[in-house]
């Protein structure tokens, strides 16, 4: 947990990653290779060696801080609660409207009454994609989807693209 904390601060993160998970850790650990060789006192008790003790130190140190840090300032239950996925139940998908019913003739069989997606195809709901990218898969496929597979005029195809877009507005 201490590995992730560090990558939260700026100096280790974002176009500084590699400094985060190579250059600090690697430093770190050779730092605490190198201590006995950089601390060649006669004595082995702590006291007689201050270099090495000093770095054991500050290496434990920080790494309960980090790890203190990680752990001490979150709401986990707040955080899954927030990371649930929707049910299917639970999106309000309007059945009445023109876009449901074009869906029904050229979409349902592979994509599912409810959006889902089955073995055949992937769930609707969810999908990042734009309203013009959902209308170009819809002509000219994507994947394992064959193109032509909507049957339908520009305003059909435009109905059927809201209405996607509707119900992924609602699983929002």
């Not at 994509?111 to 055949?120: F, R, S, V």
């Amino acid at each position: 947990m201490f590995l992730y904390q560090l990558l939260k601060y700026e100096f280790a993160s974002g176009t500084f990653s590699l400094i985060g998970i190579i250059v600090l850790p690697g430093l770190a650990f050779g730092a605490l290779l190198l201590a006995p060789f950089l601390d060649q006192g006669p004595g082995r008790r702590p006291h007689q060696r201050p270099v090495a003790v000093g770095m054991m130190l500050l290496g434990l140190a920080a790494v309960m801080w980090l790890t203190y840090e990680s752990s001490s300032h979150v709401d986990w239950e707040t955080r899954a609660e927030a990371n649930k996925p929707i049910p299917p139940s639970a999106i309000e998908i309007d059945k009445e409207g023109p876009g449901y019913a074009i869906y029904e003739g050229n979409c349902m069989s592979c994509h599912g009454e409810d959006l889902t997606g089955g073995p055949a195809a992937p769930a609707l709901i969810g999908t990042e994609h734009s309203a013009e990218e959902i209308a170009k898969i819809a002509q000219e496929g994507i994947g394992s989807m064959p193109p032509d597979q909507f049957q339908g005029t520009d305003e059909e195809l435009k109905q059927l693209v809201d209405f996607i877009v509707s119900v992924n507005e609602g699983a929002e």
